[in-house]
Nanobody
Framework: QVQLVESGGGLVQAGGSLRLSCAASGFTFDDYAIGWFRQAPGKERRFVGTISWSGGNTDYADSVKGRFTISRDNAKNTVYLQMNSLKPEDTAVYYC?????????????????WGQGTQVTVSS
């Protein structure tokens, strides 16, 4: 059974940091790129960043570039999203997703499996 489970969300003040984790099981993890997306209330799900199957390539949305970092530990089947200098506009449910495309995708349609999401709330 394929599973992606996000954790690490919570409430943080503006300027603070959080690290999200995405634990995968049920598929060959290191064959897949992993993407992070977020969805604020009433808005569409938006691309945050992606990491290639090897971890050698990452790509980020302009809105988070320089503040967020994605890494992966294939031995632990886990991907991390380190979020620094958080802003109230980063408030959203954050999702991880797995893609057979080696470099991932900016589109939600480029992903095969999705987690259930974890809430991140940044207070001003």
């Amino acid at each position: 059974q394929v599973q992606l489970v996000e954790s690490g969300g919570g409430l943080v003040q503006a300027g603070g940091s959080l690290r999200l984790s995405c634990a995968a099981s049920g598929f060959t993890f290191d064959d897949y790129a992993i993407g992070w997306f977020r969805q604020a209330p009433g808005k569409e799900r938006r691309f945050v960043g992606t990491i290639s199957w090897s971890g050698g390539n990452t790509d980020y949305a302009d809105s988070v570039k320089g503040r967020f970092t994605i890494s992966r530990d294939n031995a632990k089947n886990t991907v991390y999203l380190q979020m620094n200098s958080l802003k109230p506009e980063d408030t959203a449910v954050y999702y991880c997703a797995a893609s057979r495309r080696g470099q991932g995708s900016w589109s939600v349609y480029g992903y095969d499996y999705w987690g259930q999401g974890t809430q991140v709330t940044v207070s001003s």
